[in-house]
């Protein structure tokens, strides 16, 4: 399966400010995704990335508030904006794993950014 | 509606004993997939199993065993001896595999498990 490398693990940064997560796969994928978490709560789809093209946002997500680059096949970032104690989170990228012969790895996730804004 | 439900917020279960983890989903595609996540409080997401809505037999990794009964809608992720590193968050999710959502991951609330020694 796809090994994702995702950075910053944690942060906490003033509201207002801008913080740009990085994930970088080791193997090259058509799609990668973006997701949030927050306190408590199950994982929410905030966008898919196409290599070439714009981010599909789901309902609710706007690019404005979180703008996400897909620069190659192997690389991806999610900035969130002009933020405020509602965006502290933790923030998760995903990749799906192709079958490995007989077995399915399902989809990989980077450790996670771990976000306090204050 | 696609949608998956998990009506378990937290567990607690004996070091070494079985556990079931409870998770029922509602779709009307014929063809999806079926998943279960671990999360610890590091935050990480953990695959542990999958089950195709085509495979005849349950799948089964390890420890792990998901219990899937199509008419009724429901995927259980059964953990076998339960180990204390087994304390984490459980995740069911499900991914279309027609229709406008494929590729995307739909998550249950999850279920909070706590195994005692």
């Known amino acids: 399966s796809a090994v994702i490398s995702q950075k910053p693990s944690r942060d906490i940064c003033q509201r207002g400010t801008s913080l740009t997560i990085q994930c970088q796969v080791d193997?090259?994928?058509?799609?990668m995704f973006w997701y949030r978490q927050q306190p408590g709560q199950s994982l929410t789809l905030i966008a898919t990335?196409?290599?070439?093209?714009?981010?599909?946002?789901e309902s609710g997500f706007v690019i404005d508030k979180f703008p996400i680059s897909r620069p190659n096949l192997t690389f991806s970032t999610l900035t969130v904006s002009n933020m405020s104690p509602e965006d502290s989170s933790i923030y998760l990228c995903?990749?799906?794993?192709?079958?490995?012969?007989?077995?399915?790895?399902?989809?990989?996730f980077g450790s996670g950014t771990r976000l306090t804004v204050v | 509606a696609q949608k998956i439900t998990q009506t378990q917020p937290g567990m607690f279960v004996q070091e070494k004993e079985a556990v079931t983890l409870d998770c029922t989903y509602d779709?009307?595609?014929?063809?999806?997939?079926l998943f279960w996540y671990k999360q610890p409080s590091s935050g990480e997401m953990i695959f542990l199993i999958y089950?195709?809505?085509?495979?005849?037999q349950n799948a089964t990794e390890g420890r792990y065993s998901l219990n899937f009964q199509k008419a009724r809608k429901s995927a259980n992720l059964v953990i076998s001896a339960s180990q204390l590193g087994d304390s984490a968050m459980y995740f069911c999710?499900?991914?279309?595999?027609?229709?406008?959502?494929?590729?995307?991951?739909?998550f249950g609330t999850g279920t909070l498990l706590a195994v005692q020694p």
């Open positions: 995903s990749v799906d794993s192709p079958p490995d012969r007989d077995n399915y790895y399902g989809y990989t």
């Open positions: 193997s090259q994928v058509t799609m």
């Open positions: 990335a196409n290599q070439g093209s714009e981010a599909t946002y």
């Open positions: 779709t009307s595609d014929p063809s999806y997939g």
């Open positions: 089950q195709g809505s085509y495979d005849q």
């Open positions: 999710a499900m991914r279309p595999f027609y229709g406008g959502a494929t590729n995307k991951l739909i």
